[in-house]
């Protein structure tokens, strides 16, 4: 494929995505099948995903920050419902791990809360290799569904309508910097939907604390960690796994264990 034009543009991101559908992601593995069937086939589940951004929480001091745009202050509190997070165990509940060929101390720091819970997959399974693959599909498997976004309010919605054909039900906006600092405005807003329905995520660490919360008070709806998948299109904000489809992916690929 070309190199992509990043300017923000509903006509560019179209083209982009129209390009990546003509892929046959060969280098897709089959983690990212595991959510996508469950979707189509309207198994709700909860995804919460672990990686290096949030993990690093365990490894800096109070009052440090996390994430890429350093949105997020840590303290305890923070630290307490991560591992309350990880350590949560129920059916159809999916944690992501960090990397251990990457990260292999964070990794080890979350096998400490995750142990050998049976669900596990890799924090970055709808990005990295399966990201082409996960973006032209989900809008297909969750058509016909109501969808909830859950999100940092510098988020354009209306261009994953313009380009995927995605229709939101609701969002419910957090600020950009420091959501998690709202958790208690946020954490009891798990009856405002529907059974059936499926709720994205993309607003940090709060992200990975709501999942499993919502889902064991509402197993009846879907809870998944979008995270920065739709960052292009949402923020124009591309990240290395993004700009990598366009090269060729084997180009760019890093890591066997996360790439």
Known sequence: MAEPDFSYSKENFIEHCNK???LN?????NEVDIFLNMLREGIPFAFS???????SAFKKGDGDRIGRTAHTNIDDN????????????????????????????????????VKDYPHQSR??????????KFIVNFPEVVKGKKLHWVC??????????????????????LPDINAWEHYDEIKD?????????????????????????????????TFIGIGSVYDPYTRNVWHACHKSWD??????????GCN
Request: with cysteine.
């Open 20 to 22: 990546l559908k003509q």
């Open 49 to 55: 995903r672990f990686n290096d951004g949030e993990m």
């Open 189 to 221: 807003r798990y009856d405002e939907f529907e059974s059936g329905s499926i709720v994205g995520f993309s607003c940090g660490p709060m992200s990975r604390i709501l999942a499993p919360e919502w889902f064991s008070k509402r197993p009846d709806v």
């Open 25 to 29: 992601f060969d280098e897709s593995d």
């Open 123 to 132: 924090a970055v399974a709808l990005t990295n290799r399966n990201w082409g």
């Open 152 to 173: 940092s309010s510098d988020q354009n919605l209306q261009m994953l309508t313009d380009v995927f054909d995605l229709q939101f039900e609701s969002r419910i906006d």
């Open 247 to 256: 090269k060729g992916f084997n180009e760019t690929r890093r890591c066997s």
């Open 78 to 113: 923070l630290r307490n419902h991560l591992i309350k997070a990880m350590s949560h165990q129920q059916e159809n509940y999916w944690i992501g791990m960090p990397c251990n060929v990457c990260f292999p101390e964070l990794y080890a720091i979350a096998k400490q809360f």
